[in-house]
């Protein structure tokens, strides 16, 4: 199979990084290989990537960014590594076990169908649920958010535009401009789904079951939630009008 990536965007994730790595590179994906996109943690994950990356060599990249600078920023860069690295299929993913590895292979033959450009691990289609702990009423607010709101706005066709589990096919992100990208928190996702929509690429979904962290300290509240639902207008205003043809670098010749 040709070369795919996992990006594994890391913030304080120490209690998650090793189990995390060993998971994925026990999965039957031929020469799957792993960046981690540290933001120099202060637990130590930095550390633990750079030991990770002795024992697996040329499977586990690791890449130290600076300073805490937001899940988009880090993807961001990630993307662009992984194309320079020649990935056909780039992954991204929480390193924290909400997005389950197992269903890796699933989404990453789906990648390979004819006439599918992004898979996205939904919560929403048929079969894919949410943590079993929540409560309805976060449920109910949850998929309202994404299956009604967020489609309203943006006329999106996915279910699950939020959803950070992804598998991107190389044409997609060598046709998004990641300077149009401005999001950076929650949003990112949305921004992403709604800019590769726009391109005309085809998105598709496969189900997940979605679990909360069990491990390390969650950063999710309430302002986070309602800034993001604002911020749903300003990717709508930023986006509305880029077509197929606005596909930049070496995907516009092809
Ligand atoms: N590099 C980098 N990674 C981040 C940053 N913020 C979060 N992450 C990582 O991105 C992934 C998703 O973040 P989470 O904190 O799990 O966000 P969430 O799933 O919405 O919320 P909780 O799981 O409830 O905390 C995890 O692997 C985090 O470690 C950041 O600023 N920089
Ligand atoms: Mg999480």
Redesign the pocket.
Known sequence: MSKVIVL??????AENLELMVQTLLALPVDGLEIMV???NSPDGTGQIADRLADEYPGRVHPVH?LK????GR?YRDGYEKALAAGAEYIVQM???F?HPPDRLPEMLAKAQEPGIDLVIGSRYVKGGSLDSEWGWHRKLLSRWANQVYVRLILGTRVQDATG?YRVWTRRVLEGIDFEWIRANG?IFQTEMAYVTERLGFNACEVPIHFSE?ARG????DLKIQIEAALRVWQVWLRHRRLRPSDRSRSAADV
Not at 217 to 220: A, P, Q, R, Y
């Open positions: 594994l965007p890391t913030y304080n994730e996109l540290d933001d960014r805490k600078e937001g899940l880090a929480d390193c924290d909400s950070g929650y962290r300290k969650s950063k999710m």
